[in-house]
């Protein structure tokens, strides 16, 4: 059965510097096929090409809002080369690494984590099976 409609619609994610979060995220997503729209003081919002929902978005934490930290959000990729790609761009662009890039046999996923500047726990994955 599908659904005519996604899961979820659009998640945004608030950051303690949206200058260090923005590179972050345009050069991690890229490899997966989510380019980013236009930037704005308000954020940035993500999507794939031809297709706007779902979406991902980052903004800056205004006075009196929370950063959020301690989420996890992981993110599809094609194949096993665009995680790979994934994990070394967020690399390149303030990431941390958690886990490189591996077959993870009880996802049944070929899987990256990385953490974003504020901590958060970013995936790329790509299903096996």
Same mark, same amino acid.
């Given at each position: 059965m599908t659904?005519?409609?996604? +899961?979820?619609h659009h998640i945004t994610l608030l950051c303690s510097d949206f200058d260090v979060s923005e590179p972050f995220y345009t050069a991690a997503l890229a490899p997966l !096929?989510? $380019?980013a729209g236009d930037r704005d003081p308000g954020g940035i919002e993500y999507w794939?090409? !031809?297709i706007d929902t779902p979406s991902f978005a980052v903004g800056p934490a205004q006075?009196?809002?929370d950063v959020t930290r301690g989420v996890h959000?992981? +993110?599809t990729a094609k194949d096993r080369a665009a995680v790979d790609? +994934?994990?070394a761009a967020a690399l390149a662009n303030g990431g941390t690494e958690r886990h490189a890039p591996r077959l993870w046999p009880e996802y049944r996923a070929y899987c990256s984590f990385v953490s974003d500047p504020d901590g958060n726990? $970013?995936?790329a994955l790509h299903k096996e099976i």
């Open positions: 659904t005519p409609y996604p +899961f979820i !096929g989510v $380019i794939e090409d !031809g006075p009196g809002e959000v992981a +993110f790609a +994934f994990h726990n $970013i995936e």
